[in-house]
């Protein structure tokens, strides 16, 4: 991997990198390959770095990254703007971790019967004796 450009953000807690990948006869890096080849010519944490955008370059067998590389994880945080799906994922979550918390305090609790209904097995109606049908709803 060349590194093209490294300029320290002035406003930002990172580092914004355009980077060079060479890959003749090969399929377009990922995101991992990418982070991981960073990591080690940089000389910092993968989970730091985040690849904005990867751009195949038709017919030369590479391709130009864009990436930033944050200070911290708290700054890393702070700073990027989290999905949909990302704040829906965190919600559902919170939720489940809620309800799992609930839940044993109910468990806790006896459970009381509710009294037998007693039902007459046998209804006198005109004189003749009849089984009272049951139905269940």
């Given at each position: ?49 985040l ?22 994880k ?57 089984k ?6």
């Amino acid at each position: 991997m060349k590194i093209l450009k490294q300029e320290k953000s002035k406003l930002l807690p990172r580092t914004d990198i355009e980077a060079m990948e060479s890959h003749i006869a090969k399929r377009t890096p990922s995101v991992e390959e990418i982070k991981d080849s960073l990591s080690k010519s940089l000389k910092v944490d993968k989970e730091l770095i985040l690849v904005k955008h990867i751009y195949s370059l038709f017919g030369v067998g590479g391709s130009k990254i864009i990436a930033h590389v944050y200070d911290s994880k708290e700054d890393m945080e702070r700073i990027i703007k989290k999905g949909k799906k990302q704040k829906e994922a965190e919600k559902k979550a919170a939720e489940d971790a809620k309800k799992a918390a609930e839940a044993p305090k109910e468990e806790a609790k006896p459970v009381e019967e509710a009294p037998k209904e007693e039902t007459p097995e046998k209804v006198e109606e005109n004189g003749k004796e009849t089984k009272e049908e049951q139905s269940s709803e």
